[in-house]
């Protein structure tokens, strides 16, 4: 079983930047997309990002677009997401997960979830 592994969340304060880091056991990494998703509280996870196997098509969420890169790295079965003007709102914990095509990603998820990683952002 694919075990997901995030990291890289934390403090920061509005209009700052993070990098965060989804690491990804197994070998059939590159031969799936990955997208990233984040829970506030009290609220559903929501799609963020999406990056196709090759890394050479993305997706972003409307509230994220402009301001959010992701990437990967297949050669390190790694995903990342940098995060910059960050607002008060991108403040939730947020995951990675893997879907069959770039398109199907939002809805359709591979692998279980993992703990997720913690971003606040303070006003």
């Known amino acids: 079983q694919v075990q997901l592994v995030e990291s890289g969340g934390g403090l920061v304060q509005a209009g700052g930047s993070l990098r965060l880091s989804c690491a990804a056991s197994?070998?059939?990494?590159?031969?799936?997309?990955m997208g990233w998703f984040r829970q506030a509280p009290g609220k559903e996870r929501d799609f963020v990002a999406a990056?196709?196997?090759?890394?050479?098509?993305?997706y972003y969420a409307d509230s994220v677009k402009g301001r959010f890169t992701i990437s990967r790295d297949n050669a390190k079965t790694t995903v990342y997401l940098q995060m910059n003007s960050l607002k008060p709102e991108d403040t939730a914990v947020y995951y990675c997960?893997?879907?069959?095509?770039?398109?199907?990603?939002?809805?359709?998820?591979?692998?279980?979830w993992g703990q997720g990683t913690q971003v606040t952002v303070s006003s």
């Open positions: 197994g070998r059939t990494f590159g031969t799936y997309a």
């Open positions: 990056i196709s196997w090759s890394g050479g098509s993305t």
């Open positions: 997960n893997a879907g069959p095509t770039l398109g199907t990603v939002q809805r359709t998820n591979l692998y279980n």
